[in-house]
């Protein structure tokens, strides 16, 4: 198991930026693929994007294709996400997580789970 830590929220207007961090403790993730989720207030957990530890090119929902960008820095332990063009929409707690498969990108499939950070997007 791996533990968890998301960091990097906040309030911005909408148009502006963010970069996430999850830092990682317990063990290394190198062997895991490592996701983002987000839920925003009153709905379900959902997918935002996903990297495996293959090299080959990360997973996006449609609705940030595009503007959001997901890296893992292996070595030290870290996981990111940038957001770009921030709409109200994005509003959301968001969630790093952890899963054993390299195909993974529903909640079911990560085992692993961060505290989550608020992330609010101001029109």
């Known amino acids: 198991q791996v533990q968890l830590v998301e960091s990097g929220g906040g309030s911005v207007q909408a148009g502006g930026s963010l970069i996430l961090s999850c830092a990682a403790s317990?063990?290394?993730?190198?062997?895991?693929?490592m996701g983002w989720f987000r839920q925003p207030p009153g709905k379900e957990r959902e997918f935002v994007a996903a990297?495996?530890?293959?090299?080959?090119?990360?997973s996006y929902a449609d609705s940030v294709e595009g503007r959001f960008t997901i890296s893992r820095d292996d070595g030290r332990n870290t996981l990111y996400l940038l957001m770009n063009s921030l709409k109200p929409e994005d509003t959301a707690v968001y969630y790093c997580?952890?899963?054993?498969?390299?195909?993974?990108?529903?909640?079911?499939?990560?085992?692993?789970w961060g505290q989550g950070t608020q992330v609010t997007v101001s029109s």
């Open positions: 317990g063990r290394t993730f190198s062997g895991y693929t």
């Open positions: 990297a495996n530890w293959r090299g080959t090119p990360p």
């Open positions: 997580a952890a899963a054993y498969g390299d195909s993974a990108h529903t909640v079911d499939d990560f085992h692993s």
